[in-house]
């Protein structure tokens, strides 16, 4: 159950969001909040597990993390895709320990019960002896995660078997995903593994940056325009659409300053720019033609950077793709996973390019990511006191300066500047709506559907 | 190709000098100074790690990095500090890079040596009462030119798949 006092923050919240265009800072460092969120939102949400590359052949695995728990994402023998609770059903240890791997077994390493990639328990040492042979192998196979989805490419999971299908989840959003991960054949590859790393800052701060903040890189992001490694306007990232859709999901689509020419389509290969052209609807190849960037969040913690940007002073700029794990891992400490990703087809020399331009600039050592940390760490700091808590944050950019635009040809809530924050607050508000529904056990409907969110939103407008 | 150089106490004390006069420019953040020690064909690699079962070949992952370098991109960071708006590094880390473990051997060509050293590298940042150590395995090769050495190549591996700082803003 949510704590009065919680419930009163969260409803207020949801009153001034709509209203005075204000967020709660008590949602950012608080324990009980955490605590509430761990199951309110990450226990509701479909989260991003792996990319479908990264486990390409039978066998293949990764471990994974929704919330606390952890999941083996593995290939099976039959080739299906399937997410694994790594914890032996005996007394519960890990059956995997490395992060990644190929394996046609778990065996678990206590007492050796071993479990195919399908889950299925094969194998009980003893079972004679121990089990009279009469322990029914079929009752303990691995817990499957409830809900498993694909979504070219990605692969989700979710904790809540009554949640709607990942197509709903992600909805209108699928239009801008496909614009980043459908734009050819053979389709994306992840190029190594995730770096990892831990921040101490709440998870919601890189959600939020990334899915509208185009107004942080004039200031945050200040020296990669002083050096050219970034457009030199510091407004760059002004000049483009911020777009959100329905269960809190949104991006930013920037193309290039005024006077200042850019290549089309992010400058990628030809071959890639022929491939999408043909692959991509006429709405998707416009709206993607005069981009630079694009940075977006998919609800809750997946993000996606898509970013034309040179490697150094002196290189002229690449695009690259990455998408980034806001893994929460307390009220104040994430862990980021920061994939890079390339198409499959591009040519090679695009592929060292577009690495070397990923890993300079973002990532643990991106001398354009670095700035980021420092402000979410000071802020998770910061906003952890109790009278720091009681502010309310200012999420009024925009406010009686533009409307939404009538002629974007994508779906979604459009405005014609990307320096708003309609998207952080339709995160924010989608986030408290779960916030606030009681889960099945309390109200007796196990969905968090849009009739639930908007029941809760009614009671705290009452 | 290795050749016959000899290793000389002569050879290790220089080394060991060079890394500790190297180290004592990185934690008082004379970075021009120390771009002054790298050659220009530079390539400074923090290989990215996960955890694998004893029976793979490595736990090196082939294809990314946690940090890949050159010359120019060195000296973008070091043009990058030198901006007002280096804000991850403004106010400055404090940080003490302790090196041990000093093993010189000959280097592929005849003007290299090949390095390794163990690095610890402490962190502290703001007045918060907490700290990062950073701790690794250093593989240079260092040429010899006029008057000492230059860094032509730094392997740093450490020890952490998950690493504990939030971010690789300091040379290690
Ligand atoms: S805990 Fe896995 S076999 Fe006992
Ligand atoms: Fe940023």
Redesign the interface.
Known sequence: MLRDELRQILEKGLRDVEADWTVPAAIINDPEMHDAERERVFGRSWVFLAHESEIPERGDYVVRYISEDQFIVCRDEDGEVRGHLNSCRHRGMQVC?????NASHFRCPYHGWTYNNKGSLVGVPAGREAYGNKLDKSLWQLKPVPKLGTYKGLVFGCLDPDAPSLDDYLGDMKFYLDIVLDRSDAGLQV???????????NWKLGADNFIGDAYHTM??????V??G?APPDPKFALYGEHVHTEHGHGLGIIGPPPGIPLPEFLGMPENIVEQLQRRLSPEQVEVFRPVAFIHGTVFPNLSIGNFLMS?????PPTSFLTLRLWHPIGPDKM?IMSF?LVEKEAPDWYKEES??AY??TF?????F???D???W?SIT?VLGAQYAKKMELNYQMGRGVYEPDPDWPGPGKAFPMDYAEANQRNFMEYWMQLMVTDPASHTGNGKVSDEAAAEALARAEA | MTTATEITDATVREVTEWLFGEAELLDTGKYREWLDLVAEDLSYVVPLRVTREREADTDIVEGMTLMDDDWDSMEMRVLRLETEYAWAEDPPSRSRHFVTNIRVAAGEAEDELAVKSNLLLYRTRGDVATFDILSGERHDVLRRVAGGYRLAKRVVVLDQTTVMTHNLALIM
């Not at chain 1, 770096?195 to 101490?200: A, L, P, T, Y």
């Open positions: 320990r490395a992060e990644m791997g190029v190594g593994a995730p770096q990892r790393w831990v921040v101490d800052a200031m945050t992001h200040r020296s990669m002083e050096l490694l490697k150094d002073h002196v290189s862990e890079f690495y070397q890993v300079r990532g643990i050592s991106g001398a990511e670095q700035d940390a420092e402000n760490r700091r």
